[in-house]
Nanobody, 118 residues
Framework: QVQLVESGGGLVQAGGSLSLSCAAS????????MGWYRQAPGKQRELVAR???????NYGDSVKGRFTISRDNAKNTVLLQMNNLKPEDTAVYYC????????????WGQGTQVTVSS
């Protein structure tokens, strides 16, 4: 079992910045990757950014060049720095951990709201 606790988020004007943090506890030594997904009302959950334990990153097309993911493996923490935010970035952001113990399991945080006003 892995527990994910998110912090950050809130309300910001377009063009502003926010950062999100997610700390993992429990069987965190089995985490293969951590990242962030988001879900806007009426839309499917989508990848924002993901970082594997080896450092390889993946970003959603809409956030490339604006968002940066970083990870502290020793602290089992993943950070998401969001710059030049746009109203379309408004969503609930979820921290995700991919845990591999014989098979892959996904764990999710409770979600944190990010609202970008125009």
């Amino acid at each position: 079992q892995v527990q994910l606790v998110e912090s950050g988020g809130g309300l910001v004007q377009a063009g502003g910045s926010l950062s999100l943090s997610c700390a993992a506890s429990g069987s965190s030594s089995s985490i293969a990757a951590m990242g962030w997904y988001r879900q806007a009302p009426g839309k499917q959950r989508e990848l924002v950014a993901r970082m594997a334990s080896g450092g390889r990153t993946n970003y959603g097309d809409s956030v490339k060049g604006r968002f940066t993911i970083s990870r502290d493996n020793a602290k089992n923490t993943v950070l998401l720095q969001m710059n030049n935010l746009k109203p379309e970035d408004t969503a609930v952001y979820y921290c995700n951990a991919e845990v591999v113990v014989y098979t892959l399991s996904n764990y999710w945080g409770q979600g944190t709201q990010v609202t970008v006003s125009s």
